[in-house]
């Protein structure tokens, strides 16, 4: 079968090359993929900045799709299964983070599209506990977009709890920025997004999804802006999602007192200037968040089951798996919202 392989380390490095389809034995469970998305650490894969543990190895680990073949001591899952999949693909097991199913935080854990080979082809390999079956009424295009759910589900229902008299900001409208907001507002909380002029169309979106503010930081003065919303003290709960320096230390002294800021977005760099003084001073709790575990991947497919978070109206394009090429480069153009390949 087809499949999108980093081949080594470095800028760009892939290219759609013929590899063995996966055979199912054990816990393990064959899926025919429906769609994947372009994660934007991906793109950091793409530019060489991602270190892959591994090369070469199949990209795509937000996925959807149908189960084609179980393992023997599979017992929960079988042929025809409309499914998901999280990421994990093989942990310790021992380790106290693998007894709490903090798997995202074991250090021997491997990935699927990382370690592991991913979900950028006809069929993908799983394990059975990774394996979630969707409802009747979640569409697999949704499904394939529970991955990212489930990295906003992380922060704004475990890590640091948006709650109804919260006054939210979301720093970024990207996918994942977007999907944040949905999951604040399915908590009842108000919920500013803010984003730069480029955004505008992201900003538009996330109103018709329902979220109270949209602020092009560009425009609008953002400080004035929350600090009017929120009787001078601050948002209560900052998502940052964007991966951006500037827009993380402008977002902190936004931050009230003892409030939570959450970094969900990647950085491109190891090491950032960070407002310190702001942390400390403002006493924040400043959390850091890695992924996913299972428990957040349970709240992502209640959420899109519900309704309550609409994970298809951020699909603004679908490529082909032999277009992968052209989907990585409309991604890092920076006009569609989500994209999606299609297996």
Same mark, same amino acid.
């Given at each position: 079968? /087809?499949?999108?392989?980093? &081949?080594?380390?470095?800028?760009?490095?892939?290219?759609?090359?013929?590899?063995?389809?996966?055979?199912?034995?054990?816990?393990?469970?064959?899926?025919?993929?429906?769609?994947?998305? $372009?994660?934007?650490?991906?793109?950091?894969?793409?530019? #060489?900045?991602?270190?892959?543990?591994? &090369?070469?190895? +199949?990209l795509g680990h937000e996925f959807s799709g149908t189960v084609v073949e179980v393992g023997e001591d599979v017992k929960t899952v079988k042929v025809g299964d409309r499914v998901t999949s999280e990421t994990t693909f093989v942990t310790c097991g021992e380790c106290r983070f693998c007894k709490s199913k903090d798997?995202?935080?074991?250090?021997?854990? /491997? #990935? $699927? #599209? +990382?370690? %592991?080979?991913?979900?950028?082809?006809?069929?993908?390999?799983?394990?059975?506990?990774? $394996?979630?079956?969707?409802?009747?009424?979640?569409?697999?295009?949704?499904?394939?977009?529970?991955?990212?759910?489930?990295?906003?589900?992380?922060?704004?229902?475990?890590?640091?709890?948006? %709650?109804?008299?919260?006054?939210?900001?979301?720093?970024?409208?990207?996918?994942?920025?977007?999907?944040?907001? %949905?999951?604040?507002?399915?908590?009842?909380? &108000?919920?500013?997004? +803010?984003? =730069?002029?480029?955004?505008?169309?992201?900003?538009?979106?996330?109103?018709?999804?329902?979220?109270? *503010?949209?602020?092009?930081?560009?425009?609008?003065?953002?400080?004035?802006?929350?600090?009017?919303?929120?009787?001078? *003290? #601050?948002?209560?709960?900052?998502?940052?999602?964007?991966?951006?320096?500037?827009? &993380?230390? %402008?977002?902190?002294?936004?931050?009230?007192?003892?409030?939570?800021?959450?970094?969900?977005?990647?950085?491109?760099?190891?090491? =950032?200037?960070?407002?310190?003084?702001?942390?400390?001073?403002?006493?924040?709790?400043?959390?850091?968040?890695?992924?996913?575990?299972?428990?957040?991947? =349970?709240?992502? =497919?209640?959420?899109?089951?519900?309704? /309550?978070?609409?994970?298809?109206?951020?699909?603004?394009?679908?490529?082909?798996?032999?277009?992968?090429?052209?989907?990585?480069?409309?991604?890092?153009?920076?006009?569609?919202?989500?994209?999606?390949?299609?297996?």
């Amino acid at each position: 079968m /087809k499949a999108v392989v980093k &081949t080594e380390p470095g800028y760009d490095k892939m290219e759609l090359r013929e590899v063995e389809i996966p055979k199912a034995s054990g816990d393990k469970v064959v899926i025919e993929v429906a769609y994947t998305g $372009i994660c934007g650490s991906d793109i950091h894969t793409f530019k #060489g900045e991602y270190k892959n543990p591994q &090369t070469p190895v +199949t990209l795509g680990h937000e996925f959807s799709g149908t189960v084609v073949e179980v393992g023997e001591d599979v017992k929960t899952v079988k042929v025809g299964d409309r499914v998901t999949s999280e990421t994990t693909f093989v942990t310790c097991g021992e380790c106290r983070f693998c007894k709490s199913k903090d798997y995202n935080l074991c250090s021997n854990r /491997k #990935g $699927i #599209g +990382t370690q %592991q080979n991913g979900a950028m082809a006809k069929y993908v390999l799983s394990r059975e506990e990774s $394996i979630h079956v969707l409802p009747e009424n979640v569409s697999l295009k949704a499904a394939s977009m529970s991955e990212p759910l489930a990295c906003t589900t992380h922060p704004i229902m475990e890590l640091a709890p948006a %709650q109804a008299d919260d006054v939210v900001l979301v720093v970024g409208p990207g996918p994942i920025g977007l999907l944040a907001a %949905q999951v604040a507002k399915a908590q009842g909380a &108000t919920v500013i997004i +803010t984003g =730069i002029t480029q955004d505008q169309h992201r900003l538009d979106l996330a109103l018709e999804l329902g979220v109270d *503010y949209a602020v092009d930081s560009q425009k609008t003065d953002l400080a004035e802006f929350v600090l009017s919303k929120t009787d001078g *003290y #601050g948002a209560d709960k900052v998502y940052e999602c964007s991966g951006s320096v500037f827009a &993380t230390n %402008q977002a902190l002294k936004l931050t009230a007192k003892q409030g939570h800021f959450v970094q969900v977005g990647m950085f491109p760099t190891e090491s =950032i200037d960070l407002d310190i003084t702001s942390i400390q001073q403002r006493e924040i709790r400043y959390i850091g968040c890695r992924s996913q575990k299972p428990s957040s991947w =349970i709240k992502a =497919i209640d959420l899109l089951d519900s309704g /309550k978070v609409d994970a298809e109206a951020l699909v603004t394009k679908i490529y082909p798996l032999e277009q992968w090429r052209e989907a990585f480069e409309a991604v890092m153009g920076g006009q569609e919202i989500k994209v999606l390949i299609e297996s």
